[in-house]
């Protein structure tokens, strides 16, 4: 009977439904339903850079490469970033903190994303505090979904250490990847393991931070932006990409001693090279050697032959006694 019921629940996962967030031709949502090959899934929150929009889930939802479709079998995009830590191809791998991924979105989607989790509103910002307490309020695309329409799940006991997080709540298979939030809908992290199957027990998951800096060292993902609720996320990443452009951008001009100057608009490039040093108005400064600095040669200067020529001019007119210049 319990294997009866087991693999009832597994069939369930696969079976995508409708809800208040997740309806035919509706938006994407963090907490929607994904499936990936032959397992489901559900949709973290919503991450920008300068080359894409993301959704974050859990590592072990999805590599690389590998397609993700929508409740309706349509593309969402591609596994961007994976991590699991470790991964031997059990159900075992992974750890709360050690289990993260992205996908990207694919453009022909950019106009149905919302950053709004499903079922709660939010996120307001990220959850960063230290143990951490109170409680947790989550929503995700598991089994029990299949049977009941509400997805929203609240849950207590919040213990965080910015890599790791754990609480107490309901959860089923299916819920794997979907985004959780504190009590005042800041983003803290993805689900990614459950103590116990259904019913309320302690689960986990890894730290958004954690996540984003995995991406970063990992992945190349260096400049991840969080997209609270109401934010465009596809003007944002317009905006950074714009901003990557201008940091990137080299005009050089070919000066008399063949040296070259760079402006610069003063911020670090995104290639992590080290930007010339600009004055307040943007340009290159000066080296320091054709700065005028108080009591050089440049701000005290002896009179030339020509000013000594005129003052002895003067002074023969002066003395009335005209002189032939030669």
């Not at 035919?24 to 894409?52: K, M, Q, R, W």
């Not at 470790?86 to 950053?115: H, Q």
Request: hydrophobic residues 35%; aromatic residues 6%; charged residues 15%.
């Amino acid at each position: 009977m319990r294997f009866a019921v087991w693999g009832l629940l597994a069939l369930l996962t696969l079976l995508p439904i409708a809800s208040a967030c997740a309806d035919s031709g509706g938006p994407l949502s963090p907490g929607d339903y994904i499936l990936i090959a032959d397992h489901s899934c559900s949709l973290a929150f919503v991450l920008v850079d300068e080359n894409g929009v993301y959704f974050a889930t859990a590592g072990h939802c999805v590599q690389v490469d590998q397609k993700v479709l929508d409740k309706d079998n349509k593309l969402v995009g591609v596994g961007a970033f994976h991590y699991l830590n470790p991964e031997t191809g059990s159900e075992s791998d992974g750890a709360p903190g050690e289990d993260f991924a992205l996908i990207r979105v694919d453009p022909s989607n950019y106009d149905r994303i919302s950053p709004t989790v499903c079922g709660w509103g939010g996120p307001k910002g990220l959850y960063e505090e230290k143990p951490g307490s109170g409680g947790v309020k989550h929503y995700g695309h598991g089994a029990e979904t299949q049977i009941l329409p509400d997805n929203q799940k609240q849950g207590y006991n919040l213990d965080n250490n910015n890599v790791a997080f754990y609480w107490t709540g309901a959860g089923t298979p299916g819920d794997s990847g979907s985004s959780v939030l504190s009590d005042d809908l800041r983003a803290i992290g993805v689900l990614t393991h459950l103590g116990a199957f259904g019913g309320t027990s302690d689960n986990g998951g890894t730290h958004l931070d954690r996540g984003m800096q995995l991406a970063a060292d990992k992945g190349g993902f260096t400049h991840l932006r969080l997209v609270l609720t109401g934010e465009d996320p596809v003007a944002i990443m317009n905006e950074m990409k714009a901003n990557a452009t201008k940091s990137n951008l080299t005009i050089t001009a070919t000066t008399p001693s063949g040296n070259t100057t760079n402006p610069s608009n003063g911020t670090p490039p995104a290639n992590g090279s080290t930007a010339p040093a600009t004055s307040s108005n943007g340009t290159d400064r000066q080296t320091p050697g054709a700065v005028a600095q108080p009591g050089d040669a440049a701000a005290k200067k002896t009179p030339g032959p020509e000013a000594v020529l005129v003052l002895a001019l003067i002074g023969v007119i002066a003395l009335g006694r005209p002189k032939t210049l030669k």
